[in-house]
């Protein structure tokens, strides 16, 4: 009999010792947060991936030509611009979201004039199996016309319960920052990649992203903001698609478009309060960020 973090495991023969322990490893899940399991059979995601991929990209292509085709949205406070914005690059799907969500989520979006409209649209949509293990839809929180947005991951639990981005103790600390450079949440709009909480506050998958991105670009474009902040990892390579850690991205400035915008915005990342909290080391850094921000609206001036 074998002790492992202080309980008694019997041992089983013929387990290659180099491999962790069963137990060690249901351990392992519970300090990570996983506190559920979904379906009753294993998904072998690799065996999938070639095929999905390719049924993604010929759809995927299909929806953004359509776009595309569909004139530009005037900027209120200029002339309408003869600016095109290269297309969203393609990103393979998960196999639980189809090619027909994902046009679904598209026409929907491109419905929706206001921020209500598209938040009654979202609690109509059905094409994401996270709504189903969700309790509430997190759209977003704040000031409808912003100067600046704020798009981090995913809802985690204390966002689920409330139905509110960002209320946790990460989003105590964004609130923090935001107080430090001058801002509250009723000067800037937050939302998230994901409106639904993954399970056991995963990261969102690929195609969960995707079928949720049409209605992150409205959110912008319906806003229409002077600068984008994107919130972590998957915020930044979805939104902003360069490669590279938020570590090497942080502190630099890009811009943001789609099709239907009539004029691209600065775009900038920084880390996800998660992290800092988890690395406080990085909070110099985040704080630098923050300042940066600072600096960029009063440069960008307008609203």
Known sequence: MARRNGVKVPAMEGLNDSLPHPADVLAWYLDAGVDEAIGEEPLNRYALAEAALAARQAAAQQVLDDTRAAPPTPHPASAPSQYRAPPTPVRPTDPGVGDAAIKSAVDLALGAKTLDELRAALETFDGCPLKKTAMNLVFGDGAPDARVVFVGEAPGADEDR??????????QLLDKMLASIGLDRSKVFISNTVFWRPPGNRTPNQGEIAV?????????????????????????????????????????????????????????????????LRTPAQKRQAWLDMLGIKAKLAELGGR
């Open 162 to 171: 409330q139905g509110v981005p960002f209320v946790g103790a990460s989003g």
């Open 212 to 276: 949720w991105l049409p209605f992150v670009e409205r959110i912008v474009e319906i806003i229409d903001p002077v600068l984008l902040v994107t919130v972590g990892g998957p915020a930044t390579h979805s939104l902003l698609t360069q490669p590279g850690s938020v570590s090497r991205l942080r502190g630099r400035w890009f811009t943001y478009e789609t099709p239907r915008m009539s004029h691209p915005i600065t775009a900038t990342a920084i880390y996800h309060p998660a992290y800092l």
